[in-house]
């Protein structure tokens, strides 16, 4: 039975991830600033803040208490705004930074100790397609998931001769609430400038996620794949 941790788990393809490898007969430990959406006798949930460095730190306390060691961290927490660099707000762009890469960087940090513990440790890194495509109007969020990417990179040379991977996913556009306050004709205009035009599902990334976790995927690492035939 795998201990997999992943952040953002109370919606969208968080909440996808964590009911999929329940299914799988999985421990999952999710986390989220809110209350759970999932209910099930092998998942624990924690309201903690990803840029909250005493809130991760006290998480892991408990994670090493309860649990000794982990297998898999999924960092899918992340916020976007779509807005033109001249009309995005100071506090909009640090949140945006905030969550996406430094919430990466914190949960990064403080699971290493415990993932070198897993004879098949994975760090599975959410990013975007809006990187590659350089959109316009998503310069901060772009920006930010390509600090993630470099990060995956370097981490993963990091991290490697403990035995863990670091891979990162970056899917199209999906029906969720991240992306509900932009436009329908640009995200459509986006899925047709894709080789694969259409909408990405969570099962997409889910398929992915799940060939990063293989245990024959252990010399797979510092990759990035971009769903949808874009890179």
């Given at each position: 039975m795998r201990h997999i941790l992943i952040t953002g788990a109370n919606r969208g393809i968080g909440e996808a991830l964590a009911r999929h490898y329940l299914d799988l007969g999985d421990r999952v430990i999710g986390c989220a600033r809110s209350e759970p959406s999932v209910e099930h006798?092998?998942?624990?949930?924690?309201?903690?803040d990803v840029t909250s460095e005493a809130g991760v730190r006290a998480l892991f306390d408990q994670l090493r208490r309860e649990h000794q060691h982990l297998d898999c961290l999924i960092n899918n927490a992340g916020v976007a705004s779509m807005n033109p660099i001249a009309l995005t707000p100071y506090g909009t762009a640090k949140k945006i930074i905030d969550v996406n890469f430094l919430g990466t960087f914190l949960f990064t940090n403080a699971a290493i100790r415990l993932l070198r513990k897993s004879s098949c440790a994975r760090i599975?890194?959410?990013?975007?397609?809006?990187?590659?495509?350089?959109?316009?109007?998503?310069?901060?969020?772009?920006?930010?998931?390509?600090?993630v990417e470099t990060f995956t990179r370097i981490t993963a040379r990091e991290v490697g001769r403990m035995g863990i991977t670091c891979n990162a996913v970056g899917p199209t556009p999906i029906r969720t609430r991240l992306i509900q306050g932009?436009?329908?004709?640009?995200?459509?205009?986006?899925?047709?400038?894709?080789?694969?035009?259409?909408?990405?599902?969570?099962?997409?990334?889910?398929?992915?996620?799940?060939?990063?976790?293989?245990?024959?995927?252990?010399?797979?690492?510092?990759?990035?794949?971009?769903?949808?035939?874009?890179?």
């Open positions: 006798e092998r998942y624990t949930h924690h309201q903690v599975v890194n959410l990013t975007t397609v809006a990187v590659p495509l350089r959109l316009e109007g998503e310069a901060v969020y772009a920006a930010s998931k390509s600090a932009v436009p329908n004709e640009k995200l459509n205009a986006l899925v047709e400038r894709q080789a694969v035009p259409r909408w990405a599902e969570p099962g997409d990334v889910i398929n992915v996620v799940d060939f990063f976790l293989k245990p024959e995927s252990g010399l797979i690492t510092g990759q990035v794949v971009y769903l949808g035939g874009i890179g």
